[in-house]
C-alpha cells in the first residue's frame, strides 16, 4: 500500500533553474494539495485541485505552478527557485466532501535547498 | 485575519497526563483536526471535532467550545514514541484548512 509517493525525498538546486516535485497516489482520492512547511509556521497552501483538470491557489501560490491531467499525478514545478523557497514540500490528498475534505494523507516530504 | 495559536514546546513525563491547547480566530468554523508529525516526518490525522465536547480515541481525547474558539488534544499514559509535533488546525467557510504552527511535545524518562 504506497498511499502518497513524492520524488525527490531531498534535493538542493542552484537558484534560477526549474524543479519539479512529483506526487503521485493510489487511493483514487479527487483532492490534493501542495503545502510547505517552514520552521515556526504552521503549514501553508500553495496550490490545490479539487478533482482532475481543476487547479487553484492558496495562500503562497507566486513562483509555483501545479497541473492535474489526471487523478493520481499533481507534479508542483518551480519555474526559477529562488533561496526563499528552501523548504520542505508536502504533498496530500483527501475524499470529496466537507469532513472528507479535512482528513488529509501526506507524502513523505520533499526537502528542497535553494543555494 | 486568520489565526491558530498553539504553544510553541511543551514537556512532560513518560506516564503522565499533557494536554495541548488550541485558540483559534477564523472566518467560519467547519471543523477543526489534530495532526500529529514525528521530526522528519509526514503529519497524520489524529481527531476531528465539529460539536462542542470530547471526542475520545483510546489514550488520546479532542474537546471543543466553538464559543470560545478553542480546542485541546489529552494524551493519557504518555510514552516515549508520543514526543512529536501536534498540530491544530481549522476548517473555514470556504473548507479550507488554516494550521497552527505546532506544538512539539518532548516527553521525558
Known amino acids: 500500500i504506497a498511499g502518497i509517493t513524492q520524488a525527490p525525498t531531498s534535493q538542493i538546486l542552484a537558484a534560477g533553474r526549474r524543479m519539479t516535485l512529483r506526487c503521485t497516489q493510489d487511493m483514487r482520492h479527487n483532492a490534493m494539495y501542495w503545502y510547505r512547511q517552514d520552521l515556526g509556521l504552521g503549514l501553508r497552501l500553495i496550490h490545490y485541485?479539487?478533482?482532475?483538470?481543476?487547479?487553484g491557489k492558496g495562500e503562497v501560490p507566486d513562483g509555483y505552478s501545479v497541473s492535474r491531467a489526471n487523478t493520481d499525478d499533481f507534479p508542483l514545478t518551480l519555474a526559477s527557485a529562488v533561496p526563499s523557497q528552501t523548504s520542505v514540500y508536502f504533498c496530500?490528498?483527501?475524499?470529496?466532501?466537507?469532513?472528507?475534505?479535512?482528513?488529509?494523507?501526506f507524502g513523505e516530504g520533499s526537502r528542497l535547498t535553494v543555494l | 485575519g486568520q489565526n491558530i495559536d498553539q504553544p510553541t514546546e511543551m514537556t512532560a513525563t513518560e506516564g503522565a497526563i499533557v494536554q495541548i491547547n488550541c485558540t483559534y480566530q477564523?472566518?467560519?468554523?467547519?471543523?477543526l483536526f489534530w495532526y500529529q508529525q514525528h521530526a522528519g516526518e509526514a503529519p497524520t490525522f489524529l481527531s476531528y471535532?465539529?460539536l462542542d465536547g470530547l471526542e475520545e480515541k483510546g489514550r488520546f481525547s479532542s474537546f471543543l467550545s466553538r464559543s470560545k474558539g478553542y480546542s485541546y488534544l489529552l494524551l493519557k499514559e504518555l510514552q516515549m514514541k508520543d514526543s512529536a509535533s501536534y498540530l491544530c488546525?481549522?476548517?473555514?467557510?470556504?473548507?479550507?484548512?488554516?494550521w497552527g504552527a505546532g506544538t512539539k511535545l518532548i516527553i521525558k524518562p
Open positions: 477564523t472566518s467560519g468554523f467547519n471543523g
Open positions: 488546525a481549522v476548517m473555514d467557510s470556504n473548507y479550507q484548512l488554516i
Open positions: 485541485s479539487n478533482t482532475a483538470g481543476t487547479t
Open positions: 496530500a490528498s483527501s475524499a470529496t466532501g466537507s469532513t472528507g475534505a479535512g482528513e488529509l494523507f
Open positions: 471535532n465539529v
